[in-house]
T-cell receptor, first 114, second 112 residues
Framework: NAGVTQTPKFQVLKTGQSMTLQCAQD?????MYWYRQDPGMGLRLIYY???????DKGEVPNGYNVSRLNKREFSLRLESAAPSQTSVYFC?????????????FGDGTRLSIL | DAKTTQPPSMDCAEGRAANLPCNHS???????VYWYRQIHSQGPQYIIH???NNETNEMASLIITEDRKSSTLILPHATLRDTAVYYC?????????????FGAGTRLFVKA
C-alpha cells in the first residue's frame, strides 16, 4: 500500500523553465492538497481539491496551477519557475475536507530553481 | 484558530516515555487538539487528536487537562525512529485543512 506517491523526488530547474509535479494516492480519498515547506515557515497551502472535479486556491497560489486529473491524481504546475519557488513540496490527501479527517502526506519533492 | 506554544526541543532516552507538552490557553469549546509529526526528509504523519477526553491509539496517548488549556502527547516507549519534529495544532473539526497548519513544533531527540 503506497499511500501518497510524489514524483519526482528531486529536481533542479533554471529560472523561467516550466515543470509539473505529480501526485497520486491509492486510498480512495476525496480531498487532495499541495503544500510548500520553507525553513521557519511551516507548511503553507498552495492549492487544494476538496473533491474530484473541484480545485481552489490556498494561501500562496501565485505562480502555480493545478489539475485534478481524476480521483487519484492531483498535479501541480510551475509555468515559469522563479528562485522564490525553491522549496520542498508536499502533496497530501484525506477522506474529506474536514480537519478531523487526517491528512496523509507524501515524502515530498525537493525543488531547486537557479 | 487558537495559538499553541511548544518547547523548541526535548531529549528522551530510548525505551523511556516521551512527554511532549503543548499550551493552548485560548482554545475554544469546539476546537480539537491534533498532533502530527515529521521525521527528517519525510512528509508529516498524523498521530492522534482529541476534544476533551484522553485518547490512546497504537502510536501514542493524548492527555488533555480538564480546563483544556494544555495537553501532553505521550510516546510510551520511545525509539530512535521517534526522533522527529512534533506539531501540536488546535482547530475546529469541521473546517478544512485549507490554510497553514503547522508552526515550529518541538524537535524530539531520542538518544540511545
Amino acid at each position: 500500500n503506497a499511500g501518497v506517491t510524489q514524483t519526482p523526488k528531486f529536481q533542479v530547474l533554471k529560472t523561467g523553465q516550466s515543470m509539473t509535479l505529480q501526485c497520486a494516492q491509492d486510498m480512495n480519498h476525496n480531498s487532495m492538497y499541495w503544500y510548500r515547506q520553507d525553513p521557519g515557515m511551516g507548511l503553507r497551502l498552495i492549492y487544494y481539491s476538496a473533491s474530484e472535479g473541484t480545485t481552489d486556491k490556498g494561501e500562496v497560489p501565485n505562480g502555480y496551477n493545478v489539475s485534478r486529473l481524476n480521483k487519484r491524481e492531483f498535479s501541480l504546475r510551475l509555468e515559469s519557475a522563479a528562485p522564490s519557488q525553491t522549496s520542498v513540496y508536499f502533496c497530501a490527501s484525506s477522506t474529506g475536507p474536514r480537519f478531523d479527517q487526517p491528512q496523509h502526506f507524501g515524502d515530498g519533492t525537493r525543488l531547486s530553481i537557479l | 484558530d487558537a495559538k499553541t506554544t511548544q518547547p523548541p526541543s526535548m531529549d528522551c532516552a530510548e525505551g523511556r516515555a516521551a512527554n511532549l507538552p503543548c499550551n493552548h490557553s485560548t482554545i475554544s469549546g469546539n476546537e480539537y487538539v491534533y498532533w502530527y509529526r515529521q521525521i527528517h526528509s519525510q512528509g508529516p504523519q498524523y498521530i492522534i487528536h482529541g476534544l476533551k477526553n484522553n485518547e490512546t491509539n497504537e502510536m501514542a496517548s493524548l492527555i488533555i487537562t480538564e480546563d483544556r488549556k494544555s495537553s501532553t502527547l505521550i510516546l510510551p516507549h520511545a525509539t530512535l525512529r521517534d526522533t522527529a519534529v512534533y506539531y501540536c495544532i488546535v482547530r475546529v473539526a469541521n473546517t478544512g485543512g485549507f490554510k497553514t497548519i503547522f508552526g515550529a513544533g518541538t524537535r524530539l531527540f531520542v538518544k540511545a
